[in-house]
């Protein structure tokens, strides 16, 4: 066919950069004791923004894995098959520590280094995330039965990534999973209807289902299950017994998901599965919290992963496009879309590295950090995951038709965010769990208050704002049902102490004006004229 015309105002791939180059992520690794990372996360930054590792996400999200019930000879091998490129993208990400680096090499920044770490490499591919992020939490929760951590610790935080249905002790490097939800509840674990029974050598066999099992393919699984007089506990299952035959684990179906394709999601049987007691009887709920806590912690760091990688498909496709015979980043109009998204995206990733941060405090011993770490992560989780998907929409109409289209990256964007509402604590359940965390622990409270006032008088808007809260909370009527204001509110007022405090000054002022001061409007792109846009647009372009 003869040339019809030239292709022109097109905007070249946001490839071969370094992810990791952001002023949010690097000023909140120096800030919260991580600054000794910043090599290893540039390296992996790089990988993150190469042509190779968008390819591997790319794939792993086309070419879902595919379900294996029987091999050719009719033997039940219950095995997830998957892409080499998903293989790469989970070898990188344990090569890297992201399954355990805080538990393996503990210290100052631990956390907060792994943190910057999940919220780069997850851009390249955010399904994979899922297994990465559960062999990292499981690590705290199985400390609760010292013999099985001491004899699995030290193959859940190798540096390597050793696929295959083997038996766990035999392999280099494991990848762990979590089976509590089941058909009659997924947020009322306690109605959990899968039943252990202990046998004589310790070990207890557990028979029933589990509706949703991420990553079946994983080595071993944290399960809940209801024992005999004692109320549900939590349950150490590996898929391979250690004389090398399978588990009795059945794999049903692979859940046909609105996004998130890369990750496989199973529903799953148990008939008289081999398991070992994690933690007392009856205390299953309690144990494996402390695995779903660090979970939370990680929607909330891959809800700024999203909202990043939005934000610089967005400002990077507003630098080369013209419209109107401007870029389209000097329309004045779309210099709003951009710069609200850029704010609301840092106070995301903001809020993410002081959790972790926060974490790394309380896991040292920290009282303080520990209260605070309770009250913030329920009200981020409900918060900064309840963001995403508006986030992630608007993101995606920055670049026009091209946004919707899935070569450009942005629809899986769209499918991902409300999973992380969904998942570890559905938005209502988040929400509850922040009043049950004043409830229980009422110096959660006076400690997150001190910690807004710590910047008291920097901003009216905050102090307002503070006051407020501090007026809404002295009335516990109805609470119940002003859960989501109430979460909504501390979550805003802890993302604008923590910009006030740290954060970009222009960042900080238009968050407080707009999210804090009510002037703003109900979609993105409505800060008030005067915001100092170019400021927030210059630190959210990635630098290619
Ligand atoms: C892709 C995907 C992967 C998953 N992977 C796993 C996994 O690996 N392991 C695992 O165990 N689970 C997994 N889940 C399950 C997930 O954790 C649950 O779906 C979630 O906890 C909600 O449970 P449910 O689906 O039973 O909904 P329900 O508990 O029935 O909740 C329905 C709605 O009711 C709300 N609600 C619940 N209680 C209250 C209340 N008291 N007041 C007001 N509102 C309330 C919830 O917020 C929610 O909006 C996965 C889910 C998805 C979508």
Sequence with gaps: MSTTHDVTN???????????????????????????????????????GSKQAQQWGDLAEAHPP??????????????????????????????????????????????????????????????????????????????????LSATYEPLLTTRTYDFGLRAPLGKRGLIAGMSMTEKQGGSDVRANTTRAVVQSDGSSRLTGHKWFTSAPMSDVFLVLAQEADAGVSCFLLPRVLPDGSLNRMFLQRLKDKLGNHSNASAEVEYDEATARRVGEPGRGVRTIIEMVNMTRLDCIIGTAAGMRAGVAQ???????????????????????????????????????????????????????????????????????CKRGPGHAAEALECLGGNGYIEESRMPRLYREAP?????????????????????????????????????????????????????????????EIRARRVAEHMALALQGALLIRSGHPAVADAFCASRLGGDWGSAYGTLPAGVDTAAIIERATPKV
């Design 10 to 48: 097109q905007v070249p791939p946001l490839v071969d950069y370094d992810a990791a180059d952001y002023p949010v992520l690097l000023e909140g690794l120096v800030r919260e004791d991580a600054g000794w990372a910043a090599d290893e996360l540039h390296t992996l930054g790089r990988l993150a």
């Design 66 to 147: 595919v379900l294996k019930t029987h091999d050719r000879y009719g033997h039940r091998i219950d095995e997830v098959e998957y892409l080499p490129a998903y293989h790469q993208l989970m070898r990188t990400a344990v090569e890297h520590g992201l399954h355990c680096s805080p538990w393996s090499e503990p210290g100052p920044g631990a956390h907060v280094a792994r943190a910057a770490k999940f919220l780069v490499w997850s851009q390249a591919d955010a399904g994979h995330g899922c297994p990465i992020s559960m062999t990292n939490a499981i690590i705290p929760a199985l400390r609760a039965n010292p013999e």
């Design 314 to 384: 967005a400002t990077h496709h507003a630098t080369y496009r013209a419209v109107f015979g401007k870029q389209l980043v000097d329309q004045p109009l779309m210099r709003n879309v951009l710069a609200d998204l850029a704010v609301e995206a840092e106070a995301a990733a903001t809020v993410a590295l002081w959790l972790a941060g926060t974490t790394d405090r309380a896991v040292a011993g920290d009282e303080k950090a520990a209260a605070l770490r309770r009250i913030g992560l329920s009200v981020s989780k409900y918060f900064v």
């Design 419 to 479: 999973l992380q509402s969904v998942w570890e604590g559905s938005g209502n359940v988040a929400a509850l769990d922040s009043l049950r965390a004043m409830g229980r622990e009422p110096q959660s409270l006076a400690v997150f208050f001190d910690e807004l006032d710590s910047v008291a008088g920097a901003d009216r808007h905050l102090d307002t704002a503070v006051a407020a809260l501090k007026a809404e909370l002295s009335d516990l009527d109805n609470l």
